[in-house]
């Protein structure tokens, strides 16, 4: 039994083989017996649960197909979007707007005239867990944009800072996702970098022409 052990069990093997030496008795098989039988109807429950949640989103499983294509999104945090989200979008005035009633949408901090970072707004709160779950499940997909901008997120301001902002984005995909009906387009891993590399030849360019030069980009020749 102990060999059967997984993850960080593994580790700890000769513990488990020493923990599991002795003798089952009547009594144990019978108390294993009613617990098994508490997981088995567990088990029923939720998947009765799960055919009522699949009939009541009948009416809107186009919708529900459509945010999947976002990475993170599973299956149930699509079915939690929609049904706490709605899928009229026209009940905000923008994304932001829904972001802010979602709770994903950082609030403002302002103090003699300087803005700081606060946190998040209070909203959804099932919704938001949802979004946060899927942000981190965002952060394993392999060359897609969310993945990319979690982590630079993550190494300034750290995981939960991280997936707060990767929720908000999420959010703000499916927003025009359902507006427009159109499917979700990933930027790519490599979108970021052509930002920064944008942004510092600006930066670079404004300080030599207020050193007095003119500047001329060209590409280098290969």
Request: charged content about 30%.
């Amino acid at each position: 039994m102990a060999a059967l052990a997984r993850g960080v069990l593994r580790k700890r093997v000769r513990d488990l083989e020493q923990a599991l030496e002795g003798r089952t008795e009547e009594h144990h098989r019978f108390l294993l017996r009613l617990q098994l039988g508490r997981l088995d109807q567990a088990d029923s429950d939720l998947a009765v649960l799960d055919a009522r949640i699949d009939e009541a989103l009948g009416p809107y499983r186009e919708q529900c197909q459509l945010l999947q294509q976002i990475p993170g999104v599973s299956r149930v945090v699509a079915a939690v979007i929609v049904a706490e989200l709605g899928t009229d979008m026209r009940i905000f005035r923008s994304a932001q707007h829904a972001a802010a009633w979602a709770g994903v949408c950082p609030g403002n901090d302002e103090s003699a005239g300087k803005r700081q970072q606060a946190g998040a707004r209070k909203g959804n709160v099932h919704l938001r867990t949802a979004l946060v779950e899927a942000a981190v499940a965002a952060s394993r997909k392999k060359g897609s944009y969310l993945r990319d901008k979690f982590y630079r997120l993550r190494a300034r301001r750290g995981t939960k800072r991280a997936a707060m902002a990767i929720g908000h984005e999420i959010l703000i995909a499916a927003y025009h996702m359902l507006s427009t009906d159109m499917p979700h387009r990933d930027l790519g891993a490599t979108y970021l970098d052509g930002i920064e590399k944008r942004r510092t030849t600006g930066n670079l360019v404004r300080r030599l022409e207020r050193l007095g030069y003119e500047v001329t980009l060209g590409h280098k020749a290969a």
